[in-house]
């Protein structure tokens, strides 16, 4: 939001399940977080990071013809680095955080019955596997160019950007950890300095009202090369494609391409909403 200077409206919803005002607008989506334009909810930040893309161009987050490259990227830091660091910071952290917290993300990220003290005695190899990582991000800010891609920041600043605010503020080490990567950490402040645009809260039943006083704003648009052979129309589930025990979205097909796949839904609460996700990460159950 910052990248892009936007005025944005904030809704805070409830750290675990239930999550009542927002199961009504994804149809079992949990995660946080997710957008709302009126009565088209886009979920997961890959998919929040395309469509506000595709409304608001400029400033790109692809500055210096560097398409596709960041997208690449958080195939990596959303993925097996953001892994790693949960398994570390769970674990440090499994004695200090409320009990309920500390079971819904460890089965929701590193899978049901994981037991957090074992997982522990794993630490100093944990520690050794996002150094090195952290290293390659301090490495490529070391160049001298004040972000990832180069003069201007990027998807891929968004991206780590996170990772390094989750270590600093969720783990007792983190600082003293970050402390090692100066030119990180150098760029950790100008990506701070960004900041989040103009937000306003506003309490979660407005979001409600706001889908129902709203259509959904895509028209049907399917790709009849996919390889999955999908109809427009057809009723059919999302899910992430990980083992954490996320709910299915089902609902009709509505958008099929190679980055999305949207569904329409109906609910007593919001009336039609199209509930977005991002292709890669995601998997589609087919009854
Ligand atoms: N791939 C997703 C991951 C989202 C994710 O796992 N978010 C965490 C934020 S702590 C979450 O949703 N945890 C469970 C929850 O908030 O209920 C994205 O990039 O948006």
């Excluded at 409304?55 to 790109?60: A, I, S």
């Excluded at 299915?248 to 039609?272: C, F, K, T, W």
Aim: hydrophobic letters at 35%; proline letters at 8%.
């Amino acid at each position: 939001m910052g990248f892009k200077n936007l005025d944005w409206r904030s809704v805070e919803i409830p750290r675990i399940p239930p999550k009542p005002d927002l199961m009504p607008l994804t149809g079992g989506y949990r995660r946080t977080p997710v957008m709302q334009f009126g009565a088209d909810i886009f979920c997961d930040s890959q998919g929040i990071m395309r469509e506000l893309e595709r409304r608001y161009p400029e400033p790109t987050f692809f500055p210096g013809d560097t398409d596709g490259l960041g997208w690449g990227i958080s195939r990596w830091t959303d993925g097996p680095l953001f892994t790693t660091m949960i398994k570390l910071v769970l674990s440090a952290t499994a004695d200090s955080i409320p009990e309920d917290f500390a079971r819904d993300r460890s089965r929701l990220y590193l899978g049901e019955n994981v037991d957090l003290h074992a997982v522990a005695r794993d630490i100093p190899h944990l520690i050794s596997q996002v150094r090195a990582q952290f290293s390659w991000i301090n490495q490529r800010l070391e160049t001298g160019r004040p972000f990832i891609l180069g003069d201007k920041p990027g998807l891929p600043d968004a991206f780590c950007y996170y990772l390094v605010w989750f270590l600093r503020g969720r783990w007792r080490g983190g600082p003293g950890f970050l402390s090692e990567f100066p030119a990180l950490e150098a760029w950790e402040i100008r990506v701070r300095d960004i900041g989040h645009g103009s937000s306003t809260g506003m309490p979660s039943t407005e979001a409600l009202e706001i889908a129902k006083d709203a259509s959904p704003e895509f028209q049907q648009d399917i790709d009849s090369t996919d390889p999955l052979g999908l109809s427009g129309g057809q009723l059919v589930g999302v899910t992430p494609d990980e083992d954490g025990g996320d709910p299915v979205v089902s609902g009709s097909l509505h958008i099929l391409n190679r980055d999305s796949i949207a569904v329409l839904r109906e609910d007593p609460q919001v009336g039609q909403v199209c509930v977005h996700f991002p292709r890669v990460g995601y998997r589609i159950l087919v009854s």
